[in-house]
């Protein structure tokens, strides 16, 4: 029997979602393919495990969550979202959508890596507070906390255009 038997086909079957989720952790696409290359990489390693009864896909959520953070600790990133277009400068040449997607991917950029993973986690991933706690390794009461940081940050930092 393979050692990586399954494997190529869970990476075929979940690359995609695994992607959007580093890039929504990231903010920067080259940097979220050398995060998610990162996670892979240990999901091969841990394959025999996580193949017999495992969840590789939680495993791997919680890998992209743990290296991102990993990451901005050793300030191995650049600041995210500084690839951005200027959302004046895509006003004209953009239909209101992405404006808003500019937006707000600007303003993600602006918060703390834990509060960006608690957002990416519960909003985009739509995971319960007890879900987002246990891949984050955290108490509930900090999920619940730096949710309501992040969301107040966010509506501070988003103009109210991007709203209508």
């Not at 990231?26 to 050398?34: F, I, K, Y």
Request: aromatic share 6%.
């Amino acid at each position: 029997m393979d050692r990586y038997e399954g494997f190529h086909e869970f990476v075929r079957a979940r690359q995609q979602s695994l992607m959007r989720t580093a890039y929504l952790l990231t903010g920067n696409a080259h940097l979220a393919e050398d995060l998610l290359q990162t996670v892979l990489i240990r999901v091969a390693s841990h394959w025999g495990k996580l193949a017999d009864g495992g969840n590789p896909e939680a495993y791997a959520r919680k890998a992209l969550v743990n290296q991102s953070l990993s990451w901005r600790r050793r300030r191995h990133v650049e600041l995210l979202g500084a690839e951005l277009p200027e959302v004046a400068e895509s006003r004209q040449a953009h239909d209101e959508t992405t404006v808003r997607r500019l937006v707000l991917l600007r303003t993600l950029a602006r918060l703390t890596a834990k509060q960006r993973a608690v957002i990416v986690l519960r909003f985009y991933e739509d995971c319960s507070e007890h879900e987002t706690a246990r891949l984050m390794g955290v108490s509930v009461g900090t999920v619940k906390s730096q949710t309501n940081y992040a969301l107040a940050k966010l509506r501070a930092l988003t103009p109210q255009e991007v709203y209508r």
